[in-house]
């Protein structure tokens, strides 16, 4: 039976065949790409003031950072925050915020159409949230964009409930504004804050090999296994 694993970025996309998966992945891989490349032209083709590279960059990042690409926000908006006004940050990033969920919304709504990806609804745990979700929707995908907590179940039931896509993107526009802005702030007081942000980061890079390395290892047979 499929579950919904509020914790685990990408487990609602577990139920896809191998290669399916694989060209997700081949997705993440073009986004990432394609934002450094779009970074590396304005960059060198000087199309924006010097000062502002680093705005435009941020704003690249957050406009793919999402279910499908998992970068963490926080330590990017406080590596800026002492960069640059406040009010372009929470704009620019919740703008971003915004685009990132156009882009996931698209995309899970073209997975739902894979049988093994449609069977979530008939989940229980599903419909039980769903209907807590229809009440609340856009309340719901609002207070998700706020908190800095995984809770991306409530995204995937606005998704695959159908929710209006200019809502959904509008909710999370709303959400982030207050969410970018208490990020920015604290970053802008903080004396440290671009080096907290690269600790954070490399802290979470770390992280993340190494929990794709255990999983790597076990899916090694045991008699394979060097001791």
């Not at 929470?90 to 882009?103: E, H, P, Q, R, T």
């Not at 999370?172 to 004396?191: D, E, K």
């Not at 671009?194 to 047979?221: C, G, Q």
Request: proline share 4%; aromatic share 14%.
């Amino acid at each position: 039976m499929l579950s919904i694993n509020t914790r685990q970025n990408g487990s609602q996309f577990s139920q896809l065949s191998y290669e399916s998966r694989k060209k997700l992945n081949y997705l993440k891989i073009f986004l990432f790409v394609g934002i450094a490349a779009i970074a590396f032209l304005i960059y060198y083709l000087h199309l924006l003031p010097a000062r502002y590279n680093e705005l435009m960059s941020y704003f690249l990042v957050l406009s793919i950072s999402c279910n499908l690409v998992p970068v963490p926000t926080f330590p990017i908006v406080l590596y800026i925050s002492h960069d640059y006004h406040i009010g372009w940050i929470v704009l620019l990033g919740s703008i971003g915020a915004a685009i990132a969920a156009f882009m996931e919304y698209k995309v899970i709504d073209f997975l739902m159409r894979f049988d093994r990806i449609a069977k979530l609804k008939q989940n229980g745990k599903y419909k039980k949230y769903a209907g807590y979700f229809d009440k609340f929707s856009f309340r719901s995908i609002m207070i998700a964009s706020i908190i800095p907590l995984p809770v991306d179940v409530i995204r995937l039931l606005a998704i695959t409930r159908k929710y209006k896509l200019w809502k959904f993107l509008t909710a999370t526009f709303l959400g982030r504004l207050p969410r970018i802005l208490i990020f920015a702030f604290l970053g802008s007081q903080l004396a440290y804050s671009k080096l907290i942000a690269i600790i954070l980061l490399s802290a979470t890079l770390l992280i993340e090999l190494i929990r794709r390395a255990v999983k790597i290892y076990h899916r090694i047979p045991i008699t394979e296994r060097s001791i």
